[in-house]
């Protein structure tokens, strides 16, 4: 899968995880759709990584799916935590 499809992915990636994990973000949809491209490529980094399954080759497999996902309700944490609701 190219830069392209990983890029989609992760579009829907985060719309997905900000669908499973509501509430306001500081970034707004924009940030969220960053966060959900950027998890794309760390989930699949970590799935490649540590649990030895590659996610680069199709675009409709479910691990492909799983780690994006995951990965971009991690950073979507991860980014709540540290910049809080900054929108107060």
């Given amino acids: 899968m190219g830069i392209i499809g990983w890029i989609i992915l992760g579009l829907l990636a985060g719309a997905i995880a900000k669908i ?6 500081p970034g707004g ?12 490529f760390v ?4 799935s490649a990584r540590f649990f030895d399954r590659p996610v680069e080759k199709q675009f409709f497999d479910l691990t492909t799916w799983g780690a994006a996902i995951g990965g971009s309700l991690v950073l979507l944490i ?3 935590i540290l910049f809080g609701n900054s929108r107060d």
């Fill in 20 to 25: 499973l994990l509501p509430g306001r973000d």
């Fill in 43 to 46: 989930g699949g980094w970590i």
């Fill in 78 to 80: 991860g980014y709540r």
């Fill in 29 to 40: 949809f924009i940030g969220t759709t960053l966060i959900g491209v950027a998890g794309a």
